[in-house]
């Protein structure tokens, strides 16, 4: 924690990021905000009018395209009505438990091994592998501090802000064929897929590895943020499903990214993302910004 401390404060930038999501800052109009971050983040000015790269539209759908229905279909618990409805609730998850705070939790009633999560948040995860090996103390600072969060304010990625807060239980998923449970991600473009994307070694010392695919399942020559694995994984069993799924689930959205697991051959449920990476990471070669950009079509009904 002191070497991270220290490294921020060597630079200015990261501070000034770091307090962008508290006190005064949430004064700034979601506009002005984005842009400035996008600036110091990016490295370039903002365009809001005339929007080209992937990156410049993700900033323009958090500002212009404000659908009710996406607070729903981002909330973790929220999502899951929409997922039965839609494609059936044989691709959920199954879920233990959902509580308004840690006390509720009754650890007792739950299996050796279990995954907790905030339903409105990104990135926050509890995995638990065995449930004696539990520190309660340090566990319930963690979820407590995942209750007070309110993500919106940090991206300004508006579907998140008036989502209740709650803690979700889920099954803890294991595929016997691997030791690492791979999460397929689809880029829906206006309700078509276009590419897709595979996080790998995310617990390695090497650190995540992100590998994009076009739809023949080939690799595609470009880093988002992450570098590449430079290894070509099996295609999933279920991707021609993956890909029909996620197209239905997208329909009419002007751009959502729909991730799936496949455990044991079964097809499973991950979650929807409106703003992958919050539209702040970079591209590498830089034209694959503008490419995906042209992938996503603007509304100016919305």
């Not at 109009?29 to 790269?53: C, H, V």
């Amino acid at each position: 924690m002191l070497k991270k401390i220290i490294k921020a404060f060597k630079n200015p930038r990261l501070v000034i990021l770091y307090f962008m999501g508290f006190g005064i800052f949430k004064l700034i109009p979601d506009a002005l905000f984005l842009k400035n971050k996008y600036q110091l983040i990016i490295g370039k000015k903002l365009d809001l009018k005339n929007p080209i790269s992937y990156n410049e539209k993700l900033q323009w759908l958090k500002l212009y395209d404000r659908k009710p229905m996406y607070t729903k279909l981002v909330d973790k618990y929220e999502v899951r009505k929409y997922i039965s409805e839609t494609i059936g609730k044989e691709y959920l998850i199954p879920l233990l438990g959902v509580y308004d705070n840690f006390d509720e939790i009754d650890f007792n009633s739950l299996p050796n091994e279990f995954v907790l999560k905030p339903n409105h948040t990104s990135g926050n995860v509890y995995i638990c592998k065995d449930k004696t090996k539990i520190d309660y103390v340090s566990l319930k600072k963690e979820v407590n501090s995942w209750l007070k969060r309110r993500y919106y304010w940090v991206h300004r990625e508006w579907p998140y802000k008036n989502i209740k807060p709650k803690i979700i239980c889920e099954k803890y998923m294991v595929d016997e064929s691997d030791k690492e449970l791979k999460d397929y991600k689809f880029m829906c473009f206006n309700g078509k897929v276009k590419c897709s994307f595979v996080g790998l070694n995310r617990n390695a010392s090497t650190g995540l590895q992100v590998d994009f695919y076009d739809l023949e399942w080939n690799l595609m020559p470009f880093e988002r943020h992450y570098p590449n694995s430079g290894n070509k994984i099996e295609k999933p069993k279920n991707y021609d499903k993956m890909v029909y799924l996620a197209e239905v689930l997208s329909k009419d959205i002007t751009f959502l990214r729909v991730d799936f697991y496949e455990v044991n051959g079964q097809l499973y449920f991950g979650e929807l993302t409106f703003y992958p990476g919050s539209g702040f990471e970079e591209f590498t070669p830089e034209s694959y910004d503008e490419l995906l950009g042209s992938w996503i079509k603007l509304s100016k009904n919305n």
